[in-house]
């Protein structure tokens, strides 16, 4: 019997209508166009403005485009897992309640939180449970709303994320297709740097910290932006050296989408061509948890079966690594 791999099979995506663009925060915070797009790349990003609607809403939407792209039954569906910085609720994971609501009804769920690296934890995860041969159908979602845990009179975030949710199916291969090789990593040094200080078991909710804007992503820019241009470029450099890959052996690389100058950085490392690099951050701007669905969807038009693809990301905490995937069909 041949090995079992762990490939995607299918994929979806959610973005909510409303568009923030750069104009609109030049109005907002001392800002611009310029300033943003040179910096970050970014120039607009989606923002879910139901006051009503959490994460679930966002990941409900993104796994019902997969299950109507692909026309998969949810009650085969095994297992739910969404990958999320942002759950609707503390304690209740998310991904019970989207399982419920998309009808997989015989699934099991749970949330898994390595804030921007969770979707690529999420296919780590994913991917073993394909492997030990007791689950045919895993489906993960990276989602995530950003815009409820946002300052938006803090130029240094609020100009960087935007809400959104991605859907991919992970189902058994004998073809030798899928998750072929995986670096993770992770690093305390970096629970200061980019974080939300209230809301958790150290320091919970209160009238002070609410007042004192405790409850909103906070983040050292420069700090964070040297890390992750060190690791994320490292460990992708490294994971093409573990499988013997060359630049031509790859065929795109999908890399977390929070600024365009260490996916670019990245790329260079990698010894990667501008036009295997693929990048929608403009459009959406960094969706932590589902930059990498996104990005999945957004050009599975151009993907073939047996096309290498290199994963990428970077979080807080920090959370980072780097995964090797063959792609397991060409879109008709």
């Not at 040094?189 to 909710?205: D, H, Q, T, Y």
């Not at 932590?288 to 957004?298: E, F, Q, R, Y």
Request: hydrophobic letters at 40%; glycine letters at 8%; a negative charge.
């Amino acid at each position: 019997m041949s090995k079992i791999t762990a490939a995607i099979t299918a994929v979806g995506s959610y973005v909510p209508d409303f568009r923030l663009t750069n104009e609109v925060l030049e109005s907002m915070v001392d800002t611009n166009d310029e300033w943003i797009t040179s910096r970050t790349g970014i120039k607009e990003r989606r923002i879910l403005k139901d006051a009503d609607k959490g994460t679930s809403y966002l990941a409900i939407k993104a796994a019902q485009n997969l299950i109507e792209k692909s026309g998969i039954n949810p009650e085969d569906i095994d297992a739910v897992i969404v990958a999320t910085a942002t759950p609707d609720q503390p304690v209740a994971a998310t991904a019970v309640y989207v399982a419920t609501n998309i009808g997989a009804v015989n699934a099991f769920g749970y949330d898994l939180q390595a804030a921007c690296s969770s979707f690529l934890y999420g296919m780590s995860a994913s991917a073993a449970l394909i492997e030990t041969g007791r689950y045919k159908k895993v489906l993960l979602i990276g989602a995530d709303k950003m815009s409820s845990i946002i300052d938006y009179t803090d130029r240094a975030t609020c100009i960087i994320f935007g809400d959104g949710a991605g859907a991919v199916l992970f189902e058994p291969n004998h073809e030798g297709l899928g998750l072929q090789d995986e670096i993770l990593r992770s690093d305390g040094v970096g629970r200061e740097f980019l974080r939300i200080e209230a809301g958790g078991s150290l320091l919970p909710a209160s009238h002070e910290t609410v007042d004192q804007g405790k409850h909103f992503v906070y983040q050292d820019g420069k700090t964070v932006f040297k890390y992750a241009v060190s690791n994320m470029a490292d460990v992708s450099a490294r994971i093409m050296e573990k499988n013997n890959l060359t630049q031509d052996d790859v065929a795109y690389l999908v890399a977390h989408q929070a600024n365009r100058r260490i996916i670019d950085a990245t790329a260079s490392r990698m010894g990667v061509d501008d036009s295997k690099v693929l990048v929608n951050i403009e459009k959406y701007g960094n969706t932590t948890s589902a930059t990498l669905p996104l990005v999945l969807a957004d050009f599975e038009h151009l993907f073939k079966k047996g096309d290498n693809i290199i994963f990428a990301a970077f979080g807080g905490g920090f959370t980072w690594g780097s995964i090797y995937l063959k792609w397991a069909y060409t879109k008709n």
